[in-house]
C-alpha cells in the first residue's frame, strides 16, 4: 500500500524490498486463506475502540483513511468487498489470492520495482539527507526516503533502534487461553454465541462480550481472542496466570432466578436433564453442569430446592476457571508493542527522531483486535505513508 500510493503521488522510482521468497506471504494464510481484508465499522470513532494499543493517536489517521477509503481504494483496483453478518469483510472471491493479485497488479501497473529474497540487514544516514540501504543480496542503494513496514518482525525493531527510536517491548496479543479444567474433555467443540466474560489478571478487570469456542485445552472464540488483546501485557507480566469467569447466559440473578422459578411450576413434572430452561446453552453443557453439581438429570423441576437452585445459578452466571497460560497455536497472532507512537508523526507516519525514515504497519507500537482491524491500519498507515513520501519529492526522485 506504502509503494503503490507513493508511486501514484507521483514518485518515478520506487523499489520494494521483501525478505522472504514471495510478497503478501501473511495476507495469503489470514482468514483461513480467505482474507478478512477490513472490519465495516465505517466511524473512526467506533473504529479506534478496537485497538488495545494507539487507540486515540489513531483517530487522526482514520478521520484521512477508513474503512470506506479502503473498501473504494480495492474497488477501484477491481477487487470488490462483502460484508458477512458479524461485520467481518472478505473479497467477494472469498480468496486471499484476489488480494494478492489485486496489490501485486496495482504495483506492477504503477511501476513499483519489487525485489524478493532482499533482506535488509543495515540503514546508514548519509550527510547529505539520503539512506544507503544494505539488502543482503545485492548492492547498496541510495535513496531520499525509507519507509520501514516489516510486521513484528525483529530485524524492523533493531532498524529502527538504530535510529534512535524506543521500543516499547514486543508480547504476544490475539490468542487462546489455557486452562486445566477438567470438564473441558467433557465440552469440547461446544460453541456459544453470547456469553459475558471477565477477566481478572493481577489487581486489574477485563470485561468482554459475544462468541467463545471450547477446547480440550481451555477457551477460543472471538470473545476470548479480544480479551487476550486488551489484557495482553498484563497476562505477560503475570505470566499469562489468570482467572476467567464465564456468565453462560448472558444475564443476572434476577432475571435468572425468576426463570428457574417459572419453570419449575411450567414445566413440573419434566426431567430437569430433558428441559434446558435457557434455549442458548447447549444440552451437552446443561447435562455437564448438573453432573458438575451432583443433581439427578432424571430429576423433575418440581423437586428441585432451593438449594440446588443457587448452586445452578452461581455455575451458569459466575463460572469461574482458573488460566495457566497461552493457547497451543494463534492463526490471528499479532503482536502487542513496536515503535514508541510518541516518536512518530501519525499524521505522515514520518519519524520525529529522523526525517526521511517512515513507519507503518505492526512494527508500530498499535495493534487491533480480531476481524480485520489489523490490516485496516495496515492499509491506512501505508497509505498516509506513501501520500506523504510522494508528496514530499518531486516525480523524478528515488
Same mark, same amino acid.
Given at each position: 500500500?506504502?509503494?503503490?500510493?507513493?508511486?501514484?503521488?507521483?514518485?518515478?522510482?520506487?523499489?520494494?524490498?521483501?525478505?522472504?521468497?514471495?510478497?503478501?506471504?501473511?495476507?495469503?494464510?489470514?482468514?483461513?486463506?480467505?482474507?478478512?481484508?477490513?472490519?465495516?465499522?465505517?466511524?473512526?470513532?467506533?473504529?479506534?475502540?478496537?485497538?488495545?494499543?494507539?487507540?486515540?493517536?489513531?483517530?487522526?489517521?482514520?478521520?484521512?483513511?477508513?474503512?470506506?477509503?479502503?473498501?473504494?481504494?480495492?474497488?477501484? !483496483?477491481?477487487?470488490?468487498?462483502?460484508?458477512?453478518?458479524?461485520?467481518?469483510?472478505?473479497?467477494?472471491?472469498?480468496?486471499?489470492?484476489?488480494?494478492?493479485?489485486?496489490?501485486?497488479?496495482?504495483?506492477?501497473?504503477?511501476?513499483?520495482?519489487?525485489?524478493?529474497?532482499?533482506?535488509?540487514?543495515?540503514?546508514?544516514?548519509? !550527510?547529505?539527507?539520503?539512506?544507503?540501504?544494505?539488502? !543482503?543480496?545485492?548492492?547498496?542503494?541510495?535513496?531520499?526516503?525509507?519507509?520501514?513496514?516489516?510486521?513484528?518482525?525483529?530485524?524492523?525493531?533493531?532498524?529502527?533502534?538504530?535510529?534512535?527510536?524506543?521500543?516499547?517491548?514486543?508480547?504476544?496479543?490475539?490468542?487462546?487461553?489455557?486452562?486445566?479444567?477438567?470438564?473441558?474433555?467433557?465440552?469440547?467443540?461446544?460453541?456459544?454465541?453470547?456469553?459475558?466474560?471477565?477477566?481478572?489478571?493481577?489487581?486489574?478487570?477485563?470485561?468482554?462480550?459475544?462468541?467463545?469456542?471450547?477446547?480440550?485445552?481451555?477457551?477460543?472464540?472471538?470473545?476470548?481472542?479480544?480479551?487476550?488483546?486488551?489484557?495482553?501485557?498484563?497476562?505477560?507480566?503475570?505470566?499469562?496466570?489468570?482467572?476467567?469467569?464465564?456468565?453462560?447466559?448472558?444475564?443476572?440473578?434476577?432475571?435468572?432466578?425468576?426463570?428457574?422459578?417459572?419453570?419449575?411450576?411450567?414445566?413440573?413434572?419434566?426431567?430437569?436433564?430433558?428441559?434446558?430452561?435457557?434455549?442458548?446453552?447447549?444440552?451437552?453443557?446443561?447435562?455437564?453442569?448438573?453432573?458438575?453439581?451432583?443433581?439427578?438429570?432424571?430429576?423433575?423441576?418440581?423437586?428441585?430446592?432451593?438449594?440446588?437452585?443457587?448452586?445452578?445459578?452461581?455455575?451458569?452466571?459466575?463460572?469461574?476457571?482458573?488460566?495457566?497460560?497461552?493457547?497451543?497455536?494463534?492463526?490471528?497472532?499479532?503482536?502487542?508493542?513496536?515503535?514508541?507512537?510518541?516518536?512518530?508523526?501519525?499524521?505522515?507516519?514520518?519519524?520525529?527522531?529522523?526525517?526521511?525514515?517512515?513507519?507503518?504497519?505492526?512494527?508500530?507500537?498499535?495493534?487491533?483486535?480480531?476481524?480485520?482491524?489489523?490490516?485496516?491500519?495496515?492499509?491506512?498507515?501505508?497509505?498516509?505513508?506513501?501520500?506523504?513520501?510522494?508528496?514530499?519529492?518531486?516525480?523524478?526522485?528515488?
Amino acid at each position: 500500500m506504502g509503494a503503490i500510493t507513493a508511486a501514484e503521488t507521483g514518485l518515478s522510482k520506487v523499489r520494494l524490498l521483501e525478505a522472504s521468497a514471495k510478497t503478501l506471504e501473511k495476507v495469503r494464510i489470514s482468514g483461513g486463506g480467505r482474507c478478512n481484508v477490513t472490519h465495516a465499522c465505517w466511524d473512526p470513532t467506533d473504529l479506534v475502540t478496537n485497538y488495545p494499543r494507539g487507540r486515540l493517536p489513531l483517530l487522526g489517521s482514520f478521520s484521512r483513511f477508513a474503512t470506506g477509503d479502503a473498501v473504494s481504494w480495492f474497488c477501484q !483496483k477491481g477487487l470488490d468487498l462483502i460484508a458477512e453478518e458479524d461485520g467481518r469483510m472478505f473479497p467477494i472471491t472469498n480468496s486471499s489470492s484476489d488480494v494478492i493479485n489485486c496489490l501485486s497488479n496495482a504495483a506492477k501497473a504503477i511501476g513499483v520495482q519489487c525485489f524478493t529474497n532482499s533482506p535488509v540487514h543495515k540503514i546508514d544516514a548519509l !550527510k547529505n539527507s539520503l539512506f544507503r540501504v544494505f539488502p !543482503k543480496n545485492s548492492q547498496p542503494i541510495e535513496t531520499q526516503k525509507v519507509l520501514l513496514a516489516t510486521g513484528g518482525h525483529p530485524s524492523g525493531r533493531r532498524l529502527a533502534s538504530s535510529f534512535g527510536h524506543s521500543i516499547v517491548k514486543p508480547v504476544p496479543s490475539l490468542f487462546s487461553l489455557t486452562s486445566r479444567a477438567s470438564f473441558l474433555n467433557i465440552c469440547s467443540g461446544i460453541s456459544l454465541n453470547d456469553v459475558s466474560l471477565k477477566l481478572f489478571v493481577g489487581e486489574t478487570t477485563f470485561q468482554e462480550r459475544g462468541s467463545i469456542l471450547i477446547t480440550h485445552w481451555g477457551f477460543s472464540g472471538p470473545a476470548i481472542l479480544r480479551l487476550s488483546a486488551f489484557a495482553a501485557r498484563e497476562l505477560n507480566i503475570n505470566d499469562y496466570n489468570a482467572r476467567l469467569s464465564i456468565n453462560w447466559i448472558n444475564s443476572d440473578y434476577i432475571i435468572a432466578g425468576n426463570t428457574l422459578k417459572e419453570v419449575r411450576y411450567s414445566a413440573a413434572r419434566k426431567q430437569l436433564g430433558n428441559t434446558s430452561p435457557f434455549p442458548s446453552l447447549p444440552k451437552r453443557l446443561w447435562l455437564t453442569f448438573l453432573k458438575e453439581l451432583e443433581i439427578d438429570s432424571s430429576m423433575r423441576w418440581s423437586e428441585l430446592t432451593s438449594k440446588f437452585e443457587k448452586k445452578l445459578l452461581k455455575k451458569l452466571l459466575s463460572n469461574s476457571f482458573d488460566i495457566s497460560g497461552r493457547g497451543p497455536f494463534g492463526e490471528e497472532f499479532v503482536t502487542a508493542g513496536g515503535v514508541n507512537l510518541s516518536e512518530v508523526n501519525l499524521a505522515t507516519m514520518e519519524s520525529r527522531l529522523f526525517p526521511g525514515l517512515y513507519f507503518a504497519g505492526e512494527l508500530l507500537d498499535i495493534d487491533g483486535v480480531t476481524g480485520g482491524y489489523n490490516f485496516q491500519h495496515c492499509w491506512t498507515s501505508g497509505w498516509l505513508a506513501g501520500k506523504a513520501i510522494g508528496i514530499g519529492l518531486n516525480s523524478s526522485s528515488d
